[in-house]
């Protein structure tokens, strides 16, 4: 292995941004049915569609409209 590399020629990795972050969340059982029925009809995997929904969300800056009756 050598002492010194140079990467002044190099470029800053694209994807940085896009980086995920792995986390711990509760759903529940029939909302979790859903995504994987879905997923299973689209072909991915569910947690890239629950993902994919989120990421739609964030981009359209969707606000939620909650009210307790």
Request: proline fraction near 3%.
């Amino acid at each position: 292995m050598r002492d010194e590399y140079d990467f002044s020629g190099t470029k800053r990795n694209p994807y940085t941004k896009k980086l995920k972050k792995q986390i711990t969340i509760n759903i529940d059982k029939d909302t979790i049915e859903y995504f994987k029925e879905q997923a299973s009809v689209i072909g991915i995997p569910y947690q890239t569609l629950i993902n994919l929904y989120l990421a739609d969300c964030v981009k359209q800056n969707r606000k939620l409209n909650i009210s307790w009756t």
